[in-house]
């Protein structure tokens, strides 16, 4: 009788935490996490947008008629694709990606698409992961992402040394998105480590595009690669944030509930401190970029701006119960924001260009 007369009293306490919870995570907010953080400058987030036009062309099938192209085009030229392989091709091991000569910036760029829902191969790869299952540099990787970087390296590196020795001051720039931005975080520390592979090219030439990356590194990684790799987070996306495990959010992806109790159990029994002092623990990578468009309690979208930072504390820690949370995930949205974001920034800084122009010149006549 007694445990009987027990149960509604532990469904009452769990239902009171539940709703303890759901009324945190429902005033908690995108714009919490990078308020604190400086904007980031025209300069440095100029690459953004040419690289999502540029992932957004691997998943077309013929460059030459796209389909997905964005207003105005890719703004790239086919004809500089010179090597491109398909699932066909990488055989599961890795998604699919293209090398693209860029003569106009200088650059060589290697770009990987992010997860196709209808794919069995890329599943294999995101959730082929355990907690502290790899080591790598000293930190924490994920496993099934690593090995595809492996894959894609093996595959590449004589090919991009080729490139590299007839064109010896390129940049080279490894750029993706979702699945493919977390494959290229963990390549672009691979090709750093094994330079020589790709002709000593210097540290500085190496840079990483991370669109909407996937938690694929422990946190002394993420800030010691932060000066090569750059990570790219629209508002509210769901997948920098999400540490529950990809296998139980893939599972529970037609059970939003089932989800969101699972959250629960695990927020409400383990105490945040233990859980972010575990070394173990994988975070977005390297340098966060993040667009910031829409306000809490306001209506509709706002110009966008751009926050940066290589935080330590707060890192994308918390999901956000957004009805945009998995829109902003999508590399369309994000090219257009990215875009968006850029053409503030530079607005910004004619602006601003204009004001110490007059400034000198009501400077000079005064004097």
């Given at each position: 009788m007694s445990i009987i007369c027990g149960f509604p009293i532990l469904e009452g306490v769990y239902c009171l935490a539940c709703a303890r919870w759901l009324w945190k995570k429902c005033l908690y907010s995108a714009g919490n996490e990078s308020e604190h953080w400086g904007l980031a400058t025209a300069e440095e987030f100029e690459p953004v947008p040419r690289l999502c036009r540029l992932i957004l062309s691997v998943y077309e099938d013929d460059l030459h008629n796209p389909i997905w192209a964005p207003p105005g085009g890719y703004g790239i030229d086919p004809d500089n694709v010179i090597l491109r392989k398909d699932y066909e091709e990488t055989q599961g091991h890795a998604p699919p990606?293209?090398?693209?000569l860029d003569h106009a910036n200088a650059d060589i760029v290697l770009a990987i698409r992010g997860l196709n829902l209808a794919k069995e191969s890329d599943y294999a790869v995101l959730l082929d992961n355990k907690l502290g299952q790899t080591k790598f540099d000293g930190g924490y990787v994920h496993n099934g992402l690593l090995k595809a970087a492996k894959w894609v390296f093996d595959e590449e590196c004589e090919f991009l040394k080729e490139l590299l020795d007839r064109y010896p001051s390129y940049t080279l720039t490894f750029a993706g998105h979702s699945l493919g931005a977390g494959v290229v975080a963990l390549l672009v520390m691979i090709a750093v480590q094994n330079r020589g592979k790709l002709g000593n090219i210097e540290r500085k030439q190496i840079r990483c595009y991370a669109i909407a990356p996937a938690r694929c590194?422990?946190?002394?990684?993420?800030?010691?690669y932060a000066n090569i790799i750059n990570s790219i987070v629209l508002q509210d996306d769901f997948l920098p944030r999400t540490t529950t495990a990809l296998e139980d959010v893939f599972t529970s992806l037609f059970c939003l509930p089932c989800l969101l109790c699972l959250m629960c159990l695990k927020d409400t029994?383990?105490?945040?401190?233990?859980?972010?002092?575990?070394?173990?623990?994988?975070?977005?990578?390297?340098?966060?970029?993040?667009?910031?468009?829409?306000?809490?309690?306001?209506?509709?979208?706002?110009?966008?701006v751009v926050r940066t930072a290589v935080p330590v504390d707060g890192r994308f820690e918390h999901l956000v119960l957004s009805c945009n949370a998995t829109s902003d995930h999508t590399i369309i949205w994000i090219e257009r924001e990215s875009?968006?974001?850029?053409?503030?920034?530079?607005?910004?800084?004619?602006?601003?260009?204009?004001?110490?122009?007059?400034?000198?010149?009501?400077?000079?006549?005064?004097?």
């Open positions: 990606y293209l090398i693209y590194m422990s946190l002394n990684l993420a800030v010691r029994c383990t105490l945040e401190e233990k859980i972010l002092k575990d070394p173990r623990r994988l975070y977005a990578p390297g340098r966060l970029y993040h667009i910031v468009e829409r306000k809490p309690f306001r209506i509709g979208r706002f110009p966008p875009q968006k974001a850029l053409d503030v920034s530079f607005q910004l800084l004619t602006s601003s260009c204009g004001v110490i122009v007059v400034s000198k010149y009501l400077l000079h006549i005064r004097f």
